[in-house]
């Protein structure tokens, strides 16, 4: 027999018809927290927010007071953030993503489609493939703001708080979409400016030629292998993890570089037969949640068809003759090119 039945409405009240708000008076200083713990200090934090630096160092105090503990500890390097104050960060860091998710699916779903769509992708993507694709989208859908940002993390898309990412792992969890796209390729590229000084390098004289080396390349996983061994082989003359700077140490003519595929639009490259091919799945990951909103839909699937397979820079085999025309404008733009 049950021990409770459904007309008794005492015990089956929901939560929205229960008066107390359980976390308390402190959501305004739970945003000036936040902000705190992204910046890691209460001057750049004061800032992010409009506010004086002793507003928000008092906002904090009220906040650790509330809370009977200390969350952040003030010292001549910086600030420290305690345990529990960490883990505060992290938990009010995932509901003002949540809040924006809510916030921008109640806005499209009012009327007219529009919202911040935030997208991680890396600087040569965007620059070469999304900028001159961006202006049909936005024709489309004029109210529809794409924010575009460098991935902290090129792995997970939860680290860059952004609703969706263009990453190369894929990714097996409930709460993330996976949608494969294109093969990004990679080559060994020297400028013409490298030749003439250096020579064109060949597997037999790779041993007298100078290389431009990555951290992003050095994972013995396989996958780099080929490159890794050319390295090895000759001379290392310099190393570099910023994406366009690398690019600008290969063509200014300082070593050999493994770029993608699509900088032999720049007329100054020079692709090298080296056995040194590389291929690496893209794929665009997003917040499964983050979906039901039409305008991150919308953008979803429109960078699905832009870095898809049937754009010939990304399709299986490696395509050095690809030149579709909105593409070549963009890199021609980058790089200060003439038509």
């Not at 090129?154 to 993330?176: A, C, P």
């Not at 396989?222 to 310099?238: F, K, M, P, Q, V």
């Not at 991150?296 to 699905?304: E, N, Q």
Request: proline fraction near 5%; charged fraction near 20%.
């Amino acid at each position: 027999m049950e021990p409770f039945t459904s007309d008794q409405k005492s015990l089956h009240r929901k939560a929205m018809e229960d008066q107390d708000i359980l976390s308390g008076q402190f959501w305004g200083e739970l945003r000036v927290f936040l902000a705190v713990a992204k910046a890691r200090s209460f001057n750049r934090a004061a800032e992010m927010l409009g506010m004086s630096h002793p507003t928000v160092s008092r906002q904090v105090k009220r906040l650790q007071d509330l809370m009977g503990s200390q969350l952040v500890v003030p010292t001549k390097h910086g600030l420290i953030f305690t345990e529990k104050g960490e883990l505060l960060a992290q938990s009010v860091c995932k509901l003002d993503q949540q809040l924006f998710a809510l916030s921008s699916g109640i806005k499209s779903k009012a009327g007219e489609i529009e919202g911040v769509v935030r997208i991680s992708i890396t600087d040569a993507l965007s620059s070469i493939f999304l900028a001159p694709s961006l202006e049909a989208f936005s024709r489309e859908h004029p109210k529809i703001q794409v924010h575009l940002k460098t991935p902290f993390n090129i792995t997970d898309l939860k680290e860059n708080q952004t609703d969706m990412m263009v990453g190369f792992k894929s990714v097996d969890t409930g709460d993330l979409a996976l949608q494969p796209l294109g093969n990004l390729h990679f080559i060994p590229i020297a400028a013409k400016t490298y030749i003439r000084n250096f020579g064109l390098p060949t597997q037999e004289n790779i041993s007298s030629h100078r290389f431009i080396q990555s951290d992003f390349y050095s994972a013995r996983t396989g996958l780099w292998d080929s490159w890794l061994d050319l390295c090895e082989r000759g001379t290392i003359a310099h190393f570099c993890d910023h994406p366009f700077a690398y690019g600008m140490l290969v063509k200014s003519g300082m070593g050999i570089g493994l770029l993608a595929s699509y900088t032999v639009l720049e007329p100054s490259s020079v692709p090298l037969n080296l056995d040194a091919r590389i291929s690496v799945p893209m794929y665009l990951i997003a917040v499964r949640q983050r979906l039901d909103s039409r305008p991150v839909r919308l953008v979803f699937d429109w960078l699905s068809s832009v870095l898809g397979p049937t754009n010939p820079w990304f399709g299986k085999k490696l395509e050095l003759n690809a030149r579709p025309s909105a593409y070549d404008h963009g890199f021609r733009l980058l790089f200060n090119i003439d038509e």
